[in-house]
């Protein structure tokens, strides 16, 4: 193997919903090698998502094991690979063993709503005892939901990991067992992966960023700790949480396999990182990643805006230790490539996610059918836990078709309502929008986005963004090529393949007629099930 050429690239390891990746770049932003595989979900109960935190590490072990054989496949020593970056799903909640350092459950996915009860609790808690923001001194009723979402940027909602924390403390007695002897590690998903990759219970490397911290409602948005009002709120135990860590700095190294001793260098949540990977680095510069769900983040730079309308206060990174954060305000849709999915899979309309393109553009318009994605609720900017999926406006006339279409401009009208909210908060309207993810490869879902929004869509040709954005942190926290995340002009010969832009051609009574019959699709959505306080 010793004719095998030296080169400097960073690994990025890609954990999504329902497919890790890793992938290994150039100075360029390159992709040198690559491996992707899919793992198994597990959907046992209606509105339930879990996944299994043992096949999930395997993933990423078969992943980061294969990319390094086409590494050298393609003539490149594996020590070329000089840090990793890893980047994740967010939200979604690990529980396992101090001890063992083994899974007590499934892992619960961002997007399971079972949790509906426990957050009717919070909201009664909150609405009746309320917060206690000081010692013996109680915010509630309107006045607590605001100093909760002061704190965290949060509302309380089945999305966000405490709540999915709260609820397998309270459902599992291995758990609850657990959290009560202090044996009790929680984590979202790049901790567990970390923890593993690091060596297990041997280290016990226990860390978390800022920027999935941030996704928890148990951190403090200006401090970037744990808050002791909200820990104590929620009635968590501050000893089974991670440390917070920031996105950019060597975290440890890889305890085992064909990368052994490469250090961990970034760490952001996904979205977070597509942010980052696109280079939306500056206050105003904004991105929407199409995946599973769909993700707008709009870059406020130093200042944390709270959103009056709907939207998360984030978040975006922090370049080092001792470096200022850089916030976000977020726009999230639970629903976006999986309604495609969910077309293919359970509803067999169609036999591949690309076929949806083709069906939806043998039709000029719905015929009257609106399609509300919410099979787990409504996130942003409704925030209704009780939505259900709703597809109304059929009769005889209505096809396969015309549900294919009013699928994909469901997504459409989700991403025009997060613009609608983002134009209120920031006081600017949005010229462009600079879209990635998988759902973006068909030319179709973006002519439906440009004409649904009336604004230009912007679609880079390299759309790794997710991956590139944690490679970047990753790269930046040894310097490697000279980038640095702080100065955006040394990532200047970064991703600088071009791009394609879809504009609007819809006319402007037609978009404003279908928005307003969207707005009432959506009214008839909500508030179909309601959470208990059990």
Same mark, same amino acid.
């Given at each position: 193997?010793?004719?095998?050429?030296?080169?400097?690239?960073?690994?990025?390891?890609?954990?999504? *919903?329902?497919?890790?990746?890793?992938?290994? %770049?150039?100075?360029?932003?390159?992709?040198?090698?690559?491996?992707?595989?899919?793992?198994?979900?597990?959907?046992?109960?209606?509105?339930?998502?879990?996944?299994?935190?043992?096949?999930?590490?395997?993933?990423?072990?078969?992943?980061?094991?294969?990319?390094?054989?086409?590494?050298?496949? /393609?003539?490149?020593?594996?020590?070329?690979?000089?840090?990793?970056?890893?980047?994740?799903?967010? &939200?979604?909640?690990?529980?396992?063993?101090?001890?063992?350092?083994?899974?007590?459950?499934?892992?619960?996915?961002?997007?399971?709503? $079972?949790?509906?009860?426990?957050?009717?609790?919070?909201?009664?808690?909150?609405?009746?005892?309320?917060?206690?923001?000081?010692?013996?001194?109680?915010?509630?009723?309107?006045?607590?939901?605001?100093? @909760?979402?002061?704190?965290?940027?949060?509302?309380?909602?089945?999305? %966000?990991?405490?709540?999915?924390?709260?609820?397998?403390?309270?459902?599992?007695?291995?758990?609850?067992?657990?959290?009560?002897?202090?044996?009790?590690?929680?984590?979202?998903? &790049?901790?567990?992966?970390?923890?593993?990759?690091?060596?297990? /219970?041997?280290?016990?490397?226990?860390?978390?960023?800022? *920027?999935?911290?941030? $996704?928890?409602?148990?951190?403090?948005?200006?401090?970037?700790?744990?808050?002791?009002?909200?820990?104590?709120?929620?009635?968590?135990?501050?000893?089974?949480?991670?440390?917070?860590?920031?996105?950019?700095?060597?975290?440890?190294?890889?305890?085992?396999?064909? @990368?052994?001793?490469?250090?961990?260098?970034?760490?952001?949540?996904?979205?977070?990182?597509?942010?980052?990977?696109?280079?939306?680095?500056?206050?105003?510069?904004?991105?929407?990643?199409?995946?599973?769900?769909?993700?707008?983040?709009?870059?406020?730079?130093?200042?944390?805006?709270?959103?009056?309308?709907?939207?998360?206060?984030?978040?975006?990174?922090?370049?080092?230790?001792?470096?200022?954060?850089?916030?976000?305000?977020?726009?999230?849709?639970?629903?976006?490539?999986?309604?495609?999915?969910?077309?293919?899979?359970?509803?067999? +309309?169609?036999?591949?996610?690309?076929?949806?393109?083709?069906? /939806?553009?043998?039709?000029?318009?719905?015929?009257?059918?609106?399609?509300?994605?919410?099979?787990?609720?409504?996130?942003?900017?409704?925030?209704?836990?009780?939505?259900?999926?709703?597809?109304?406006?059929?009769?005889?006339?209505?096809?396969?078709?015309?549900?294919?279409?009013?699928?994909?401009? /469901?997504?459409? %009208?989700?991403?025009?309502?997060?613009?609608?909210?983002?134009?209120?908060?920031?006081?600017?309207?949005?010229?462009?929008?600079?879209?990635?993810?998988? +759902?973006?490869?068909?030319?179709?879902?973006?002519?439906?986005?440009?004409?649904?929004?009336?604004?230009?869509?912007?679609?880079? &040709?390299?759309?790794?963004?997710?991956?590139?954005?944690?490679?970047?942190?990753?790269?930046?926290?040894?310097?490697?090529?000279?980038?640095?995340?702080?100065?955006?002009?040394?990532?200047?010969?970064?991703? *600088?393949?071009?791009?394609?832009? %879809?504009?609007?051609?819809?006319?402007?009574?037609?978009? &404003?007629?279908?928005?307003?019959?969207?707005?009432?699709?959506?009214?008839?959505?909500?508030?179909?099930?309601?959470?208990?306080?059990?």
């Amino acid at each position: 193997m010793s004719n095998l050429k030296q080169g400097e690239f960073v690994g990025s390891l890609d954990c999504g *919903t329902t497919s890790t990746r890793f992938l290994i %770049f150039d100075k360029y932003a390159n992709i040198v090698a690559q491996h992707q595989i899919e793992y198994p979900q597990y959907y046992p109960e209606p509105s339930w998502h879990e996944q299994d935190p043992d096949e999930l590490m395997e993933s990423c072990d078969v992943c980061i094991t294969e990319a390094s054989k086409a590494l050298e496949a /393609a003539g490149w020593a594996k020590e070329s690979v000089k840090v990793i970056g890893i980047t994740n799903q967010r &939200e979604s909640a690990v529980a396992w063993s101090r001890k063992t350092g083994k899974p007590l459950c499934r892992l619960i996915v961002w997007d399971d709503s $079972r949790t509906k009860n426990t957050v009717a609790h919070f909201e009664h808690k909150l609405q009746t005892v309320g917060i206690e923001v000081a010692p013996g001194q109680f915010k509630k009723g309107d006045e607590g939901v605001k100093a @909760l979402r002061e704190l965290s940027g949060l509302p309380i909602s089945t999305y %966000f990991s405490a709540i999915k924390l709260r609820w397998m403390i309270d459902h599992y007695d291995n758990v609850r067992k657990a959290h009560e002897e202090d044996d009790l590690l929680f984590g979202t998903v &790049e901790s567990w992966i970390v923890y593993r990759l690091t060596g297990g /219970a041997k280290t016990n490397l226990h860390i978390t960023d800022v *920027t999935n911290a941030s $996704r928890t409602l148990l951190m403090n948005l200006k401090t970037l700790k744990w808050d002791p009002v909200l820990t104590k709120f929620f009635e968590i135990k501050d000893a089974v949480l991670p440390k917070i860590v920031s996105s950019s700095e060597i975290y440890g190294e890889l305890a085992y396999g064909p @990368l052994k001793g490469v250090k961990i260098g970034g760490i952001a949540g996904d979205q977070q990182a597509a942010l980052v990977g696109n280079k939306c680095l500056k206050q105003g510069e904004a991105k929407c990643t199409y995946g599973t769900g769909a993700f707008l983040l709009f870059c406020t730079g130093e200042d944390i805006v709270q959103s009056a309308h709907g939207l998360l206060s984030t978040v975006a990174y922090q370049d080092g230790s001792d470096s200022k954060p850089v916030y976000a305000l977020e726009g999230s849709i639970a629903v976006a490539g999986s309604a495609i999915k969910w077309l293919r899979d359970s509803m067999k +309309m169609v036999s591949s996610a690309a076929e949806v393109n083709d069906l /939806a553009d043998s039709v000029p318009d719905t015929g009257g059918v609106y399609f509300v994605t919410a099979f787990s609720g409504l996130l942003a900017p409704y925030w209704d836990p009780g939505a259900a999926g709703l597809l109304i406006g059929l009769s005889s006339y209505t096809t396969p078709a015309h549900i294919a279409l009013a699928t994909l401009e /469901a997504n459409a %009208f989700q991403t025009r309502a997060i613009l609608e909210s983002m134009k209120l908060d920031s006081k600017k309207d949005l010229k462009h929008l600079m879209v990635d993810g998988g +759902m973006t490869n068909g030319d179709k879902v973006m002519k439906v986005l440009a004409d649904i929004g009336g604004f230009t869509v912007i679609r880079p &040709e390299m759309r790794e963004s997710t991956a590139l954005g944690s490679a970047l942190l990753a790269g930046s926290a040894i310097r490697l090529h000279g980038w640095d995340i702080s100065k955006p002009e040394t990532l200047a010969e970064v991703n *600088t393949a071009g791009s394609m832009n %879809f504009t609007p051609s819809m006319p402007e009574p037609e978009r &404003e007629k279908r928005w307003q019959g969207w707005k009432r699709a959506i009214e008839r959505s909500k508030g179909w099930e309601e959470g208990v306080d059990e």
